[in-house]
Every structure is written in structure tokens, then in C-alpha cells.
């Protein structure tokens, strides 16, 4: 499809161009087409993208491609964003002139955990061969036989079980590599798109959400040549279909005899709950999963109640070397600006045990938990119990939300909007894919009315309202809004506080 | 641009309405005469007399699933009726063959198929869009039901009402 | 002292004429309106109700065919049943007090008109009084507040144009109506509806250019007859008679919101004008205060022009003759309650006629636009009826001279 007319100006015996009788040099033109991707620009060099021979060969290159290829657009789940699919009615033919028998491939071939391979539908792109060989540096696929029979497979004994295996599945041109959790669930032509990034670690992956009436359906990488590339691991990818989970948390509840409750009620016992504690008696566990916004409101919020003692819930991996970060948590540097991990100076987590022995020894009487699970950090369940108060808010249930005397549903990554910044100081945004199911709301319409109630009134309406009083009292924002980020992020590097 | 149209000039039978208006009543009393005669009948008393037996080839009444002779069900669930249906009445649900189907080799059929028959606009868009030749618009046309959900074909119904159609393309019985 | 057996006959008679004709009468000119407007337009109209027992867990429904008789029923009947929604938004008390005053009206102008001759001696109308024809126009432009007030009160954009509207056509329209009649009273020399009814009977039909004052089935008398039929003075009578005649259909028209003058609830400018607020019975009363008043409308032309309940060789109510038989003992009451009835059916048959014409110009005529419309009440119609008066005053004074 790359092929085009090249040529170069005749030149005269006088060294000068020959002009033709519009004045315009005469070029002596290569008869035959030649592939444009395989050759550099010179100077004086002419090219013709779409002329009529160009477009022959292109006609010609098609109907060769499209003599082993099934017939199978209605079930492909590549149709909708398929070149060769595009091609074809570029430069397709209506009806076939191949009288011979077909060559039969493996079709549905599973070739890894993660995806599936149809060898009928292959072109011998190599594409995927070389993702895996020069990026994913773990060079399991290869070709097999020769002419007509060539065949894409994996090599023998492995499987193509890379943690970046679905970004073959994305530079495939055609649907012989199909994810298997996107197999045959939506044609993408119904998804609508929803730029976003991957919060699954501190790289913070740019991402395109595909969605269909609030339903997720896939998530893949979007070009961000200063985060990812194109590219994104499995992990991240498929790091979504929790938002989706029958299990999440739907209204409010209230304990000790549980039961759901409107929001409004909900606020109301947080306020008996929250209110006229002296400082020191309450302390804070706080997500680095949470946005900017959200991790501000906490900050006024632990101003207004006096909490002496907050952290976050650390998560550390390994780094592979490619994309995932070690940190596993996507906003732990926007915790550390707005001073929630402790002090600078202490890594993020290590006071997460004063708070353990705080709860343990009695001398913490309430507890509010902002997205993590407490028992996840540490705490025991007899501690938790003996707890004068634990407000939490959370997505799904977990071992705090069976305990906690109010839980306030939140909204996950893909339901609301917000800014993070990733572990090398790149402030993104999130855009809102789906609606957050039944009364469960932004976290930081939670953290605003919890901040009224407790007596801190500030009559935020809008997320843009945050970022603006955000931007106002922490010189890492200064001068920015919501819009400004962008879709592709910004450094913020030397504006953060040497980490 | 604001521009005067002409006005036709009128005559004085024009001016005075009463020519026009006993002409008019001349018509009317026509049609009113016809009509009480008998002489002329437009209407048909429908639930005791029906038009079905000259229904045109090409009637497009409600849309429905057709299986082939060799019992296939055609619909291999792309959507793309789902995609083209102007008040969106389907619903489709996809799901994958298992491989020790006899028909695995074509991998995909509509796990759910829905037709909301009260959404339905009878346009037809969605035989014509069909590459697979598996859903046609039949002769049936009194689609009632007492609940919405009656009124919604799943797919056994669209089955039921399609039945078998032979003499179409079989595109996934050759080897391949 | 009470005059038991007068508040006696005036109730029956009311009730009878309201109760009994009247109200039929309307729902059955609604009926009408659906099958000849059917009719007209080449289709079938409401031919066929019944009972839906199904509804109610029967196997099949009832179906009565009667050509769809049981229509009005139905719709009444679903009219009583239907959801009697308020706006929040209205003016709650003028809101309920409209449709009242729409009907109402119309069925108070009935009152003097005299439906029948006698039977027994009680003469068929419920109040004879002198004014007659004044009481009946002084009543019927009563029912201008019905509707204005429905559009006042419905406080929404569409009914108060549809008031607003209205009021002026009816008033507009009140001076061709009450001074296209003048001609006819110059004529009759009086007011009262029963006298001129009475006049009529001896004199001929207003309306009538020839009258024939006896009847022969011999062919050989025919030619005598018919040139006693015609004189001169009746001849010159006619002219402005009709004219008088015309004039006063026309208003009519107006009068009662009919097309082609049915400007205040002309539903492609108006949604549905000054009843679009209202649901159930009380938009009932205003589709039904509508066709009473064609009704009572019809009644008055009838009885100026028509003759009323005359018709020629036909005895009335105080008549002894009964086909030349003698009654025994007894039975004397009989003629008198027979052709009583008579004299009834012949004027209601009329009424139903006129309404026929209603319905059938309605069918045929498009809309006047509003400044046509003001411009014909003005500049036509009311012109036209003073200088109708003058005619008429001239040749009656021509005809009373020689």
C-alpha cells in the first residue's frame, strides 16, 4: 500500500533543469513503482502519491492480499478499525477473480494467555514479530514455512505470554491476533472513546476507554511519545473490569445494624461521628489512587478535624525496565505535595504504624479511610471494632467496609474526572468514561460535603472549582486549570518538591 | 430580501366567495353521495376482511431470523443491523461457537437477540445491511401484546417467525 | 296563589325538551359530524361499538353494530371516565365556572322558542314571553364568557389567544346578527317567537317566496293555484328577506365557532384555542356547549324563517280531526297529543337539517383568515344588514301605501 511513482528532473547538457512547455522541470520518471517506506527523501526528488499507476499497483498489491484472506468481516472483531478492511474499499475489487482453492490456515489458534491467533486472517506483516523481538524483548513469535504457506506461530514450547502481548493485538492490521477478553464482546464501532491514562501504576500509561451504553468494554494505548509511546502492559490494560463488578458498593451504609442509606443520611451520621473529637483522637488513611482534587479536599479536610496522623497504603513492585514503574500506586507524588504520606522526609508509608498502634493502644478513637482497605493496612479487625468511629469510602466491599459506621460508595478512575501526577512528575487528566452506578458519587463531591458538615463550608460546585482553589494554595498547580493539562499531560518536574 | 408577490387579481364571483363556496358544497355532496351509495368503497373492515392474500412479495412487515436448510442459524452477530436501525430496536448480544460445534469454524452467533417490536419502524434497513442473509422482513404485521416485554422478539420468537429460508448463499459451507 | 299545574308542565317540559331532545340531540350531532364528515371524505366513520368485555377477563367483547349508534355513549362514557386534570398553573375558580358557561347559555336560549304547538292545550315552549328573540340574543352572547374566561383562566399562551380572539369575532358578529333579524320583525311586527310562528302558519314561511293557501289533486286547478301562490308584495318581500336570511347564517356561523369561522380554537394556530387546558367532561361541556349552541342557533333560524314546527296542511295541536275518523268517547285527547308530537318531530326534523348544513359547510370550507374574517363581520355583513333594514323598510312602506 506504500507504493508510489518516484522520479528525478532530466537535466540538460548544460547541467540545467529541462523545463517543460509550462515552465516546470521535465522529470524522468522510474517506470516501475516503488515502495515509499523503504526509501529516503533526496533532494529534487519528485513523487507522485496517487497517480493512476500508483493506484493500479496498489488495485494489484490488494487483490494478491485479499486472494487467502477469508471472507469473515461479520465476525472479525478487527472490522471497524481494520487497514486492510479500509484498503479494500480504497482499492478493492467487487468480486473475486481467484478460481483456485484457498489456503488453509490454523484458525483460532490460542497462542497465550491473552490472546488468540488466526493464521487465515494474517498478511505476514511481521509487525507483531518485531514488537516482541525489539520491544517486548521476549521473541516468541516468528514465521514458519515459506510462499502461500508461511504461517505466523509461536515458537515451540513457548506461548506469547508477555506482559505486553496485547499491544500485538493493537498493531495488527487485520484481526489475526484478537485479545481474548475482547473476543466477540462489542464490534468498535459501537464503542465510544474517552481519552483517559492507565492508574494501575506510577507510569501512568495514556489511554483511549472504549464504552458502550456505561459498560467498558476495552482500553488501549493512546501515542504519548513522553509517557508510553503507543504501547501499554497487559496488566494495566485490563485492569478495568472491577468498575463493572456486580459486588460494587451502590448506596451508602450505616452500622452497627447495616443498612443502606440515602447520602444525605449518610452525611449526617458522619457529622455526629467526625465532629467534636479533640485533636490527635482522629486519624487518616488516605489512597495515593486518588486524584489531585481529592487528595487536596483530604488536605482541608485533615486541617478542619485536626489530624495529626495520615498516610497512604504503599505499593511496591519490580520495575520491568520497559513501562511499570515500581510504584504501583499511579498518585503517590500527589500525595507527598499535599503533604499526606507523613513528612518529605519519611517515606510514603511509614507512619501508616503509628496509626496501627495508635488505633491499637485507644488513643485514636475515629478513623476515616479514603479509598484503601484498612485491614489491607494493617489493621486488625478487633482494633477496627473497638473503634469509636470509621468512616470510609471505597468502590468495592473489602474487610473495612464490613466494619466502618458509614462507607460512602466512590467513583472509580474511568467515572470521574481529576488530574494525577505520575512518577516522573507528569501532571494527566482523567476524563469521565461511564457513570459511577447507583448513589455512588465522586470522591470529591464526598470529601466537599464531608468538609461542610464539618463546619468548612466552601461552596465547590464543579471539579473545576477544586482544581481552581487547588491551584490557588499550592504553587505546584500555579496558573493552572483543568484545560491546560491537555490530553498529552505536562511536566511538572521542577516544579515538585525534590522527592 | 422582503419582495411584494403579485396578488392575483380577483374577479367579483372571486371577491363575493359564493360561485367557490356552492361549488365546494357541490363536491362535497358528491363524495357524500358516493359514499352513502356505496357506489364508491375505499375502506376495508379489517379484522373481518384482510388483505393478506395479496400482500406484495416484497411487504415489509415484521422483521424476524431465518436457520437455512442445513439448520444453521445465518445470524453470526455483527451487529451491523444493530449499528444501521434507525430507532435502535435491536439488541444483540454476541457469544463465541465452542469449538466442538459443527459449525465452529464460523465461531461467532447471537448468544441474545432482541427485536423491540413497539421501537420497530418496519424500514427494513436491517435485511437490507445483513451480510450474512439472516434476518428478513415477513408478512407479519399485527404485532400485539398486552406488556412491553411481549412486545419485545427474543430470538426464540424471531426463530419461530422466520423459520427455515432456502436458495440463499452459503458462503461458510465450502472448506475452508 | 300557585299555579301548581304551570311549574308543573314548565318542569316537564324542560326536562323533556333538555333531557330528552336537547342533549340526544347534541351528542347525536357530534355522531353526525363524525359520519358525514366521514362521509364526505370518502371514509367510513364510527360504525361499530360495543362492550369490551375482554378488558375485564371475559373471553370476547360484545360487539353492537347499530352503524356505530352507540358511539355517543361510548364517548361520553369515556368523557366521565377520563382523568379530570387541573393545571397548577390556572385560575382555579374561573377555570371550573367556564365550561358551565359555555353551556349554559345555549340551552337558556331554547327556553323561548317554541319547539311544538300545543298538546292538551299547554303550548309547547317553556317561557312565552314578548322579547323572545331579544331574550334569546341577549342570552346566547353570553356564552362569549365561557370561553373567554376558559382562555383567561387557563393562564397559558395558546387558550388566551383563543379568548381573545373569540370575543372579538363574537362581538363583531352580534351587530349583523341582531340587525340582519330587523327586517324579518319589520315584517312580523312583533317579537314574541310564538306569535310569529303562529304568523307564519297563516301567512307562509318567511323564507318562502310563493305560499300555496290550498291544495288540489286535480291537475286542471294546479295553474289557478299556483298563480294565487305568487303575488307582487311577497315577491318584493322576498329580497330582503333574503338577504336577512343570509346574513343571519353567516353570523351564525361566527356565532357559534363553526368553520369556516372557527378562529378561536383553530388547531393549526392554536393547538386547540381556548380549551387546550382542559381534560374530561369540562372540555366535554365545551365541545358539547359548541353543538348546543349550533342547535339553538338552528332553532332560532328556523323559527323566524322556517316556519318553525309548520308545516303547510298539516293541523296543529288544538286540532279535533284525526283522519276523519270519530274518536269514541274517551279518546278525544288523541288528535291533539298526536299532532302535538307531530308538530314536534317537524321541528326538530328541521333543526336537524340546518345542523346538516352546518356539518356539511364545515367539511367544505377552509379557514378565513383572522382580518378576512373581522373585515367580512365589519366591512360586509354589518354593512349589509343596515343597508337591508332601509330596503326592507322602503317596501314595506312602498307595499302598506299602495
Known amino acids: 500500500m506504500c507504493l508510489i511513482e518516484m522520479g528525478m528532473p532530466k537535466v540538460g547538457l548544460d547541467r540545467k533543469p529541462l523545463l517543460d512547455a509550462d515552465g516546470r522541470p521535465e522529470i524522468a520518471w522510474i517506470p516501475r513503482p516503488q515502495i515509499s517506506c523503504a526509501q529516503d527523501i533526496a533532494e529534487g526528488m519528485a513523487i507522485r502519491t496517487d497517480s493512476p499507476l500508483a493506484q493500479d499497483a496498489r488495485k494489484g498489491v490488494m487483490e494478491f492480499l485479499l ?82 504457506y508461511s504461517t505466523l506461530t509461536v515458537h515451540p ?47 501512568g500509561c495514556n489511554t483511549i476507554i472504549g464504552v458502550r451504553e456505561n459498560t467498558i468494554y476495552r482500553q488501549t494505548p493512546r501515542d504519548n511519545p513522553d509517557v508510553n509511546d503507543c504501547w501499554m502492559c497487559d496488566y494495566g490494560r485490563l485492569d478495568f473490569h472491577y468498575i463493572s463488578a456486580p459486588e460494587r458498593l451502590t448506596a451508602p451504609i450505616l452500622r452497627p445494624a447495616p443498612r443502606r442509606i440515602s447520602y444525605t443520611a449518610a452525611l449526617d451520621a458522619a457529622r455526629g461521628l467526625l465532629t467534636g473529637r479533640s485533636p490527635g483522637e482522629t486519624a487518616m488513611i488516605v489512597s495515593a489512587k486518588m486524584t489531585n482534587e481529592e487528595l487536596f479536599l483530604a488536605s482541608r479536610l485533615r486541617e478542619l478535624l485536626g489530624v495529626q496522623l495520615c498516610d497512604i497504603l504503599p505499593r511496591q513492585g519490580t520495575a520491568d525496565g520497559i513501562l511499570m514503574s515500581a510504584d504501583r500506586n499511579p498518585n503517590a507524588t500527589g500525595a507527598r505535595v499535599f503533604g499526606l504520606t507523613g513528612s518529605l522526609s519519611l517515606a510514603p508509608g511509614a507512619r501508616l504504624k503509628d496509626v496501627v498502634e495508635g488505633v491499637g ?20 479487625v478487633e482494633n477496627l471494632r473497638n473503634l469509636d468511629a470509621l468512616v470510609m469510602t471505597s468502590l468495592l466491599p473489602n474487610g473495612g467496609t464490613e466494619l466502618a459506621h458509614v462507607v460512602f460508595p466512590s467513583a472509580a478512575f474511568a467515572e470521574k474526572r481529576g488530574s494525577m501526577i505520575n512518577g516522573k512528575g507528569r501532571l494527566q487528566r482523567l476524563n469521565r468514561a461511564v457513570n459511577p452506578p447507583g448513589d455512588a458519587r465522586d470522591d470529591w ?18 471539579i473545576e472549582d477544586v482544581f481552581k482553589n487547588m491551584a490557588a494554595a499550592n504553587p505546584v498547580f500555579l496558573g493552572l486549570s483543568l484545560s491546560k493539562i491537555g490530553d498529552l499531560g505536562l511536566d511538572l518536574s521542577d516544579k515538585l518538591p525534590s522527592l | 430580501m422582503a419582495y411584494t408577490v403579485a396578488r392575483p387579481k380577483l374577479t367579483f364571483a372571486e371577491k363575493i366567495y359564493l360561485p367557490a363556496i356552492v361549488a365546494g358544497l ?148 465450502e472448506k475452508k | 296563589m300557585i299555579d301548581w299545574a304551570l311549574i308543573g308542565f314548565s318542569l316537564a317540559k324542560t326536562i323533556g325538551v333538555i333531557f330528552l331532545i336537547v342533549l340526544p340531540m347534541v351528542s347525536y350531532t357530534v355522531y353526525a359530524e363524525r359520519r358525514v364528515s366521514a362521509a364526505i371524505q370518502d371514509r367510513v366513520g364510527p360504525n361499530r361499538t360495543g362492550i369490551p368485555l375482554s378488558l375485564i377477563g371475559f373471553k370476547s367483547d360484545i360487539q353492537l353494530g347499530l352503524g356505530g349508534l352507540g358511539q355517543p355513549i361510548a364517548d361520553a362514557v369515556k368523557f366521565i371516565l377520563k382523568e379530570d386534570f387541573t393545571p397548577a398553573h390556572v385560575n382555579k375558580f374561573y377555570y371550573w365556572l367556564a365550561p358551565g358557561l359555555a353551556m349554559i347559555p345555549s340551552l337558556m336560549a331554547l327556553s323561548v322558542i317554541p319547539f311544538g304547538s300545543s298538546i292538551l292545550g299547554v303550548p309547547m315552549v317553556i317561557v312565552d314571553v314578548n322579547v323572545g328573540i331579544l331574550f334569546v340574543f341577549a342570552v346566547a352572547s353570553l356564552s362569549v364568557y365561557g370561553i373567554v374566561i376558559g382562555g383567561w383562566a387557563s393562564n397559558s399562551k395558546y387558550p388566551f389567544l383563543g379568548g ?72 318584493l318581500l322576498w329580497i330582503p328577506i333574503l338577504i336577512s336570511a343570509g346574513v343571519f347564517m353567516i353570523a351564525l356561523f361566527a356565532e357559534t365557532n363553526r368553520l369556516p369561522f372557527d378562529l378561536p380554537e383553530s388547531e393549526t394556530e392554536l393547538v386547540a384555542g381556548y380549551h387546550t387546558e382542559y381534560s374530561s367532561m369540562k372540555f366535554a361541556l365545551f365541545f358539547l356547549g359548541e353543538y348546543c349552541a349550533m342547535i339553538a342557533g338552528s332553532a332560532v333560524f328556523v323559527t323566524l324563517f322556517l316556519g318553525g314546527w309548520t308545516l303547510p296542511f298539516i293541523p296543529d295541536g288544538s286540532a279535533t280531526w284525526f283522519f276523519g275518523i270519530s274518536l269514541p268517547t274517551g279518546w278525544e285527547w288523541l288528535p291533539s297529543v298526536f299532532w302535538g308530537f307531530i308538530n314536534i318531530a317537524v321541528f326538530f326534523a328541521k333543526v336537524a337539517l340546518l345542523l346538516f348544513l352546518f356539518i356539511w359547510v364545515r367539511w367544505t370550507l377552509p379557514r378565513f383568515r383572522y382580518d378576512q374574517l ?20 322602503l317596501i314595506l312602506a312602498f307595499i302598506r301605501t299602495t
Open chain 3, 164 to 235: 381573545v380572539r373569540s370575543s372579538a369575532q363574537m362581538i363583531s358578529y352580534e351587530l349583523s346578527l341582531g340587525l340582519s333579524v330587523i327586517p324579518a320583525f319589520l315584517v312580523f311586527g312583533q317579537m314574541n317567537l310564538s306569535e310569529i310562528v303562529l304568523w307564519q302558519r297563516d301567512n307562509g314561511w318567511l323564507l318562502s317566496p310563493f305560499w300555496l293557501e290550498r291544495w288540489s289533486w286535480n291537475p286542471a286547478e294546479w295553474v289557478g293555484i299556483l298563480s294565487q301562490s305568487f303575488d307582487l308584495q311577497r315577491l
Open chain 2, 26 to 173: 357541490a363536491i362535497t355532496w358528491k363524495h357524500l353521495i358516493n359514499t352513502l351509495t356505496g357506489r364508491k368503497k375505499v375502506t376495508m373492515q379489517y379484522p373481518e376482511e384482510k388483505w393478506d392474500a395479496n400482500l406484495p412479495e416484497h411487504y415489509r412487515g415484521a422483521p424476524t431470523l431465518v436457520k437455512d436448510e442445513h439448520g444453521r442459524e445465518r445470524c453470526v452477530a455483527c451487529q451491523l443491523c444493530e449499528f444501521i436501525c434507525p430507532p435502535r430496536a435491536i439488541r444483540i448480544k454476541p457469544g463465541e461457537l465452542p469449538r466442538e460445534s459443527k459449525w465452529a469454524k464460523v465461531e461467532k452467533y447471537p448468544e441474545e437477540f432482541d427485536i423491540d417490536m413497539i421501537r420497530c419502524i418496519y424500514c427494513g434497513l436491517c435485511e437490507e445491511v445483513c451480510p450474512e442473509q439472516a434476518i428478513f422482513l415477513r408478512k407479519d404485521y399485527a404485532i400485539t401484546g398486552l406488556s412491553r416485554e411481549e412486545m419485545v422478539h427474543n430470538k426464540a420468537k424471531l426463530y419461530e417467525l422466520g423459520g427455515v429460508r432456502t436458495g440463499l448463499v452459503h458462503k461458510w459451507n
Open chain 3, 374 to 393: 373581522m373585515k367580512l363581520g365589519w366591512v360586509v355583513m354589518f354593512e349589509v344588514a343596515l343597508a337591508n333594514i332601509v330596503l326592507a323598510a
Open chain 1, 445 to 462: 463531591e464526598i470529601l466537599r460535603d464531608l468538609i461542610q458538615i464539618c463546619g468548612g463550608g466552601d461552596g465547590l460546585q464543579t
Open chain 1, 67 to 148: 486472494i487467502n484472506h477469508p471472507l469473515d468481516c461479520p465476525i472479525c472483531d478487527q472490522a471497524g478499525e481494520c487497514r486492510l478492511q479500509e484498503f479494500s474499499v480504497e482499492y478493492g475489487n467487487a468480486g473475486s477473480r481467484f478460481r483456485e482453492e484457498k489456503v488453509k490456515k490454523p484458525k483460532n489458534v490460542v497462542i497465550g494467555p491473552r490472546v488468540t491467533l488466526d493464521d487465515e486472517r494474517c498478511i505476514l506483516c511481521s509487525r507483531c514479530i518485531r514488537f516482541m523481538k525489539e520491544v517486548a524483548k521476549d521473541d516468541v513469535l516468528g514465521f514458519v514455512d515459506r510462499g502461500s
Open chain 1, 157 to 203: 514450547g513457548r506461548e506469547l505470554d508477555s506482559n505486553y502481548s496485547l499491544n500485538t493485538v493493537d498493531i495488527c492490521p487485520v484481526g489475526a491476533l484478537t485479545s481474548r477478553d475482547f473476543r466477540f464482546k462489542m464490534r468498535v464501532w459501537f464503542l465510544k472513546e474517552t481519552k483517559s491514562f492507565c492508574t494501575s501504576c506510577a507510569t
Open chain 1, 361 to 380: 493502644s485507644g488513643k485514636i478513637k475515629a478513623l476515616l479511610v479514603f479509598g484503601e482497605d484498612p485491614v489491607a493496612c494493617g489493621l486488625s
